[in-house]
C-alpha cells in the first residue's frame, strides 16, 4: 500500500537551514506529482511547493520568499525540501503528499505522510 | 488567490445526527475543483471528496459533498464516533491550491 514517510524535522534556530525527505513507497514514484503542505500547530493547511513527476517544474507559495527548495529522486523514491533561512512562522508539520493522477497535475492529494514537526527557536 | 471560508467554526452534534458544513469561496471554483478532507488529532489529513462529489476509495456513503461555482456543503448524513474531527475544503481551480480554515465536528 501506499506509503509516505516523512523525517528531517526537529528544532533550529532561525536563520538555519534545514532538509526534509519524504520516502515513498506502494506506488511507481516517478508518475506522480507531489507537494509539500505546512501545519502550524494549532492552525490550518497551508501548501508549500509542488514538483512534477520529471522534476522539471517546480512551484511555490509566495508565503515562503524563495527560501523553500524542492527536489526529488526518482532513483531512490525520495522527495525532499530545503528551508534556508528559518523563521518563527515556519514552524510546523511539514507533511509530503501526492497527487491520484499520474503524469497528469490535479493539485489535490489522495495520500499523506504523518508529518516532519520543524520548530523555529533560539 | 482563492479565499476559502468555512462555517461553523465547531459543530456540535450527537451520535447518529446529520452534519452539514459550509464551504464557501471569493472566486469562482472552476470545474468543481473541490476538496474535503478529514483530520484527527495527532494526524494526517485523509481525503474524503474530490471534484466536489466524488467519494475517494474507501470512503463511506454517509460522505457526501454537493455544490458548484463559489458554495459548498460536506454532509454527513449520520455521525458515526470515529466521524468527529476537523473537516477542510481545498480548492484547486487556481493556483495556489488553498484550503478553508476547517470546521470541528465535536460530540454533543
Known amino acids: 500500500q501506499v506509503q509516505l514517510v516523512e523525517s528531517g524535522g526537529g528544532v533550529v534556530q532561525p536563520g538555519g537551514s534545514l532538509r526534509l525527505s519524504c520516502a515513498a513507497s506502494g506506488f511507481t514514484f516517478s508518475y506522480y506529482d507531489m507537494h509539500w503542505v505546512r501545519q502550524a500547530p494549532g492552525k490550518g493547511l497551508e501548501w508549500v511547493a509542488y514538483?512534477?513527476?520529471?522534476?522539471?517544474?517546480?512551484y511555490y507559495a509566495d508565503s515562503v520568499n524563495g527560501r523553500l527548495t524542492i527536489s526529488r529522486d526518482n532513483s531512490k523514491n525520495t522527495l525532499s525540501l530545503q528551508i534556508d533561512s528559518l523563521r518563527a512562522e515556519d514552524s510546523a508539520v511539514y507533511y509530503c503528499a501526492k497527487e491520484p493522477l499520474e503524469r497528469l497535475y490535479s493539485w489535490y492529494f489522495d495520500f499523506w505522510g504523518q508529518g516532519t514537526l520543524v520548530t523555529v527557536s533560539s | 488567490e482563492i479565499v476559502l471560508t468555512q462555517s461553523p467554526g465547531t459543530l456540535s452534534l450527537s451520535p447518529g445526527e446529520r452534519a452539514s458544513l459550509s464551504c464557501r469561496a471569493s472566486?469562482?471554483?472552476?470545474?468543481?475543483?473541490l476538496a474535503w478532507y478529514q483530520q484527527k488529532p495527532g494526524q494526517a489529513p485523509r481525503l474524503l471528496i474530490y471534484g466536489a462529489s466524488s467519494r475517494a476509495t474507501g470512503i463511506p456513503d454517509r460522505f457526501s459533498g454537493s455544490g458548484s461555482g463559489a458554495d459548498f456543503t460536506l454532509t454527513i448524513s449520520r455521525l458515526e464516533p470515529e466521524d468527529f474531527a476537523v473537516y477542510y475544503c481545498q480548492q484547486y481551480s487556481r493556483s495556489p491550491a488553498t484550503f478553508g480554515g476547517g470546521t470541528k465536528v465535536e460530540i454533543k
Open positions: 514538483i512534477r513527476y520529471d522534476g522539471t517544474t517546480k
Open positions: 472566486h469562482l471554483v472552476n470545474n468543481y475543483y
